[in-house]
């Protein structure tokens, strides 16, 4: 037996809540998915569905409490990985400065194989999704049994559930897109839009404190 079954119902009532907050993921996902489309927003998600299982195996194999552990390795990880959002939110409000409209459209913005390579590094580097493992997920582990495989399945079904929220958001963010993508106008204030969510992501995984994956 992999895990306890007396604790899993409540674990999977409390997952499927904490799913439904929107933390960083989330806003990184809908703003790709608002300044690139549909295929764009899909490989986002899918992009920090990997990054989360990474987080997943750090967890795991000890390596995210040693992390947590070290206040320096901290600092390090996580102004990396704000900066990094910092950066794609300044390098898309730019390109909205520059761009035509034909150019802003859905499908002809980063790509789908970015927007995928971009969700990995974003989730992986955000160092609040490891401290939520950390913090969460041990309060239903039952120490008679090896604490290992109980991580990866309760991680698991934490990246399963919050994935299936990202697509939620990027059908509600593709049903939106054609009511402020008639004109040039509303296009780029979408990217402009886009790109500060990006930016103010990053100062939230920088400077905020909430444990919210």
Same mark, same amino acid.
């Given at each position: 037996?992999?895990?306890?079954? !007396?604790?899993?119902?409540?674990?999977?009532?409390?997952?499927?809540?904490?799913?439904?907050?929107?933390?960083?993921?989330?806003? =990184?996902?809908?703003?790709?998915?608002?300044?690139? /489309?549909?295929?764009? &927003?899909?490989?986002?998600?899918?992009? +920090?569905?990997? !990054? !989360?299982?990474?987080?997943?195996?750090?967890?795991?194999? /000890?390596?995210?409490?040693?992390?947590?552990?070290?206040?320096?390795?901290?600092?390090? @990880?996580?102004?990396? /990985?704000?900066? =990094?959002?910092?950066?794609?939110? *300044?390098?898309?409000?730019?390109?909205?400065?520059?761009?035509?409209?034909?150019?802003?459209?859905?499908?002809?913005?980063?790509?789908?194989?970015?927007?995928? #390579?971009?969700?990995?590094? +974003?989730?992986?580097?955000?160092?609040? +999704?490891?401290?939520?493992?950390?913090?969460?997920? $041990?309060?239903?582990?039952?120490?008679?049994? $090896?604490?290992?495989?109980?991580?990866?399945? =309760?991680?698991?079904?934490? *990246?399963?559930?919050?994935?299936?929220?990202?697509?939620?958001?990027? %059908?509600?963010?593709?049903?939106?897109?054609?009511?402020?993508?008639? %004109?040039?106008? $509303?296009?780029?204030?979408? #990217?402009?839009?886009?790109?500060? @969510?990006? @930016? &103010?992501? !990053?100062?939230?995984?920088?400077?905020?404190? #909430?444990? #919210?994956?």
């Amino acid at each position: 037996m992999l895990i306890d079954p !007396g604790s899993f119902g409540m674990f999977l009532v409390a997952a499927i809540v904490l799913a439904f907050i929107p933390g960083p993921s989330v806003l =990184y996902v809908l703003a790709r998915t608002l300044a690139g /489309g549909k295929q764009e &927003g899909i490989s986002s998600t899918f992009g +920090t569905s990997i !990054g !989360g299982l990474l987080h997943v195996i750090l967890a795991a194999t /000890g390596l995210t409490a040693l992390l947590a552990a070290s206040a320096h390795a901290f600092a390090i @990880v996580k102004f990396i /990985g704000a900066a =990094y959002l910092i950066g794609l939110g *300044v390098k898309m409000i730019w390109s909205a400065t520059q761009a035509t409209f034909q150019e802003l459209r859905p499908g002809v913005t980063n790509g789908a194989k970015r927007a995928f #390579s971009d969700g990995i590094l +974003t989730e992986a580097f955000n160092v609040k +999704t490891a401290l939520f493992f950390l913090a969460f997920i $041990p309060q239903f582990l039952n120490h008679t049994l $090896p604490v290992a495989p109980q991580i990866i399945v =309760y991680g698991l079904i934490c *990246v399963f559930l919050n994935t299936l929220v990202d697509l939620i958001v990027v %059908s509600c963010a593709v049903w939106l897109t054609p009511l402020v993508k008639g %004109s040039a106008t $509303p296009a780029k204030l979408m #990217s402009f839009g886009s790109g500060s @969510v990006l @930016v &103010g992501l !990053g100062i939230y995984l920088g400077l905020g404190d #909430s444990m #919210s994956p």
